[in-house]
């Protein structure tokens, strides 16, 4: 018994003592390997740099053919170190050397290599792979970055967009707006700050996944909203971008969808392209009876943002509306209608409806 009892002593103390050192031995592993990367960073950071101009000269994949001898990458620590320092030198170097950075990192086989890895590598390495090959804006890898635009994993659908709107090309458009149908508000922002950023003209891509009528009826929607919402977030900038009537007259036809996701999102694009005719206005006027009260919403604060005059008895019986985001979006809308408007306004207080005077009161004492 007292043989037993010794026995568990010991391995109560040595499993602990084991597991202290296992630990302590897997930390020198891991630090050893970090100072090794390192190394290989200076090392390849100081072999760029005795290169650099020898580089900029360089106008074909062929001519780097000698230079890149001089990067000697076995094994596959040194492989991820040279990738990190060519698109670090890529990311902070002019305009004048990147293109032959990009070639050299073409022609020593890490394209090939970063394509490999998306197909084939853990989400982690496919999401660096995509970063890479966006950050180098490597156009050949369009059709790659747009299968992996489609992935089932969120976070590297998001990488995938990010990587196209880098290549700036028109055919990227269309997979980073079925990518995002997916996402959330703040993530469409930041997509529509960067396609306006590609400096492209986008009627035509996005106004052609407004007229689909291919797929499932909800993925349809999802892609049409998106389309809609992205057109909003570019707020007054999507006149320069966005052929202003063609855009309207796709938007006016979302107006009689029976979806009040389209139509809500149809009036907001046209708030952000701005309306001309009298049935432009006429149909935001009309939204403002729309049976549903979030198209009713919508439209009130549209009326406000585009200041249409002829928009202010109708506004005035909006905020006796049942809803309470229709009453305060029709009052917010008369201040934003100048005199006119706030004499409205004012002729409201008097009003039998009580809910109509708080609504003005709060309006009104607003900033």
């Given at each position: 018994m007292f043989g037993w009892l010794l026995l568990i002593s010991s391995l109560l103390v040595a499993i602990p003592i084991g597991g202290l050192a296992l630990t302590l031995f897997y930390r020198t592993l891991q630090a050893q390997r970090v100072e090794r990367q390192k190394q290989h960073y200076e090392r390849y950071r100081g072999q760029l740099g005795k290169l650099r101009d020898a580089i900029a000269q360089a106008k074909s994949p062929e001519d780097l053919i000698a230079l890149s001898q001089s990067f000697q990458a076995t094994t596959r620590d040194e492989v991820?170190?040279?990738?990190?320092?060519i698109v670090e030198a890529y990311g902070e170097s002019p305009d004048t050397i990147r293109k032959p950075l990009a070639l050299l990192y073409e022609s020593l086989g890490l394209v090939a290599d970063d394509m490999q890895t998306i197909r084939n590598g853990t989400l982690e390495?496919?999401?660096?792979?995509?970063?890479?090959?966006?950050?180098?804006r490597h156009?050949?890898?369009?059709?790659?970055?747009?299968?992996?635009?489609?992935?089932?994993?969120?976070?590297?659908?998001?990488?995938?967009?990010?990587?196209?709107?880098?290549?700036?090309?028109?055919?990227?458009?269309?997979?980073i707006v079925i990518a995002l149908s997916g996402a959330n508000g703040w993530q469409l922002m930041q997509a529509a700050n960067?396609?306006?950023?590609?400096?492209?003209?986008?009627?035509?891509?996005?106004?052609?996944?407004?007229?689909?009528?291919?797929?499932?009826?909800?993925?349809?929607?999802?892609?049409i909203m998106t389309v809609l919402d992205l057109?909003?977030?570019?707020?007054?900038?999507?006149?320069?971008?966005?052929?202003?009537?063609?855009?309207?007259?796709?938007?006016?036809?979302?107006?009689?969808?029976?979806?009040?996701?389209?139509?809500?999102?149809?009036?907001?694009a046209l708030t952000a392209l701005g309306v001309e005719s009298s049935r432009e206005i006429e149909s935001i006027l009309r939204a403002l009876k729309?049976?549903?009260?979030?198209?009713?919403?919508?439209?009130?604060?549209?009326?406000?943002?585009?200041?249409?005059?002829?928009?202010?008895?109708?506004?005035q019986e909006a905020v006796s509306d049942k809803a309470w985001?229709?009453?305060?979006?029709?009052?917010?809308?008369?201040?934003?209608?100048?005199?006119?408007?706030?004499?409205?306004?004012l002729q409201l207080m008097q009003s039998d409806d009580r809910f109509a005077r708080e609504t003005v009161t709060q309006a009104l004492q607003s900033n």
């Amino acid at each position: 018994m007292f043989g037993w009892l010794l026995l568990i002593s010991s391995l109560l103390v040595a499993i602990p003592i084991g597991g202290l050192a296992l630990t302590l031995f897997y930390r020198t592993l891991q630090a050893q390997r970090v100072e090794r990367q390192k190394q290989h960073y200076e090392r390849y950071r100081g072999q760029l740099g005795k290169l650099r101009d020898a580089i900029a000269q360089a106008k074909s994949p062929e001519d780097l053919i000698a230079l890149s001898q001089s990067f000697q990458a076995t094994t596959r620590d040194e492989v991820a170190a040279l990738k990190h320092v060519i698109v670090e030198a890529y990311g902070e170097s002019p305009d004048t050397i990147r293109k032959p950075l990009a070639l050299l990192y073409e022609s020593l086989g890490l394209v090939a290599d970063d394509m490999q890895t998306i197909r084939n590598g853990t989400l982690e390495e496919q999401s660096h792979a995509t970063f890479r090959l966006g950050r180098l804006r490597h156009l050949p890898a369009l059709d790659t970055l747009e299968r992996v635009s489609k992935h089932h994993s969120a976070e590297l659908r998001l990488v995938a967009i990010w990587a196209l709107t880098e290549l700036a090309d028109a055919r990227g458009i269309k997979p980073i707006v079925i990518a995002l149908s997916g996402a959330n508000g703040w993530q469409l922002m930041q997509a529509a700050n960067r396609l306006l950023d590609m400096q492209l003209d986008l009627t035509l891509p996005l106004l052609e996944l407004l007229d689909s009528a291919g797929g499932m009826r909800e993925r349809r929607e999802r892609i049409i909203m998106t389309v809609l919402d992205l057109i909003s977030d570019f707020g007054p900038r999507a006149r320069n971008y966005i052929n202003p009537t063609a855009g309207r007259q796709a938007a006016l036809r979302l107006l009689d969808s029976e979806s009040v996701n389209l139509r809500t999102r149809a009036i907001r694009a046209l708030t952000a392209l701005g309306v001309e005719s009298s049935r432009e206005i006429e149909s935001i006027l009309r939204a403002l009876k729309d049976q549903s009260w979030e198209v009713r919403a919508v439209a009130a604060r549209a009326i406000g943002d585009l200041q249409l005059a002829d928009g202010l008895l109708s506004l005035q019986e909006a905020v006796s509306d049942k809803a309470w985001w229709v009453r305060h979006n029709a009052a917010q809308a008369l201040k934003k209608l100048g005199d006119a408007g706030e004499a409205i306004l004012l002729q409201l207080m008097q009003s039998d409806d009580r809910f109509a005077r708080e609504t003005v009161t709060q309006a009104l004492q607003s900033n």
